[in-house]
């Protein structure tokens, strides 16, 4: 290794069509270093896998040695890879900027040496993976991704009585760990009034790495407008995978 490199990792070598995958990015650096920034990150294209960049709010560091070496080692990045196809799978490369806040020394004319930070670009590529995927059993033939994983199905109103015209909001919340970026609205079999205006539902979702896992929530917000007087059946949502 030079004295900064990225490393690739990846949760598993084998997965079914369509699951998560957990990728892994490592920055290795030898100097201490205060500091850095991702200025850039682009895999390379790929047609087969869905690449979606995980929320890595936290910086996780260590320390490990190669070949005798000491390094200071960052997970800087986390990525969900959803399997297209099966077979043997590349993950592409990682070309990836990183500016660095590395100590300098500068001359102050009054107080000598004086100890700085200044940022400097250093580009990195990461290492290819390979993923073995499996066919899923009985897999559908539709075109349509299969939801992989586990997960929990929650609903609920925030009001239980409104005048007519008056909108009420229905949140539909999916939990649990898999590929959940690819739960559409349509999966989840609802069934509303008739006398109902209802609306496209707004979707927002939190997604992480959990140890190996892709895991989180994605949620959808249904407005109904009841259009006349009486009383309004919404049956439970369901969700099949």
């Known amino acids: 290794m030079c004295s900064s490199d990225l490393k690739a990792e990846i949760s598993q070598a084998e997965a079914w069509q369509g699951e998560a995958v957990v990728v892994t990015h490592k920055l290795y650096i030898r100097q201490d270093v205060r500091g850095y920034d991702i200025a850039r990150a682009n895999y390379a294209a790929t047609d087969e896998l869905w690449l979606d960049r995980l929320d890595n709010s936290y910086t996780e560091e260590s320390t490990e040695t190669v070949k005798g070496v000491s390094y200071h080692v960052y997970t800087i990045m986390q990525t969900a890879a959803y399997p297209l196809k099966t077979g043997k799978v590349t993950i592409p490369k990682l070309d990836l900027i990183v500016r660095l806040g590395v100590p300098a020394t500068v001359r102050n004319p009054f107080w000598g040496n004086m100890t700085t930070t200044r940022a400097k670009d250093f580009r990195l590529t990461a290492n290819e993976l390979t993923l073995k995927v499996k066919p899923l059993p009985g897999a559908r033939n539709d075109g349509k991704t299969e939801t992989v994983g586990h997960f929990d199905l929650s609903a609920s ?3 239980t009585e409104v005048a007519v015209n008056q909108s009420v909001t229905l949140t539909v919340t ?20 008739a006398d109902c205006d209802i609306t496209y539902p707004r979707v ?6 959990k140890g190996n896992l892709v895991s989180g929530t994605r949620t959808f917000q249904f407005t109904l407008i009841p259009r ?7 049956p439970g949502a369901s969700f099949s995978y």
């Open 157 to 159: 109103i925030n009001k």
């Open 204 to 209: 927002s979702q939190h997604i992480s790495a």
């Open 174 to 193: 999916i939990s649990g760990n898999g590929n959940l970026h690819h739960i559409t609205a349509d999966d989840l079999n609802l069934d509303f009034p």
């Open 228 to 234: 006349s007087e009486g009383e309004f059946f919404i």
